[in-house]
């Protein structure tokens, strides 16, 4: 459970630093962030699996790029859910969000060890 609080409270900062970005990505607030964290954390765990499995055939078939797509797909879904967090440009911004977040995510728990 702490893991997950820690992950939530690391993906709620990328995405505010996201949402500063030329990406298309607006949250309203830092609570709007917190709660998208959690909500994309939450579809990670439980509908991201299913629909890997679902998607496998062509996530082979384009050498893993689909996963890319899928990530998307969730990271779209939680714009959806989630009032005051905006994708302005679109499933294209979705794509690019969920690119910046990795590599965001990435750096701070790399900058910082131990999380």
């Known amino acids: 459970m702490t893991a997950f609080i ?8 990328s995405l505010l630093i996201i949402s500063k970005l030329p990406l298309g990505i ?3 607030s830092i609570w709007k ?3 998208a964290a959690v909500v994309f954390g939450v579809l990670n765990a439980f509908v991201k699996p299913i629909l890997f499995w679902l998607t496998l055939p062509i996530t082979i078939i ?14 779209a879904i939680t714009a959806w859910l989630v009032d005051g967090f905006e994708l302005r440009g679109g499933f294209l911004s ?4 969920t ?3 990795s590599i965001i995510n990435g ?8 999380l």
């Open 6 to 13: 820690i992950t939530a409270i690391v993906t709620a900062i």
């Open 99 to 101: 690119i910046a977040l």
């Open 62 to 75: 384009t050498v893993g790029i689909f996963a890319l797509v899928l990530n998307a797909i969730i990271f």
């Open 94 to 97: 979705a794509i690019f969000g």
């Open 26 to 28: 607006e949250i309203d």
């Open 107 to 114: 750096l701070i728990f790399w900058i910082v060890p131990g």
């Open 33 to 35: 962030a917190v709660v």
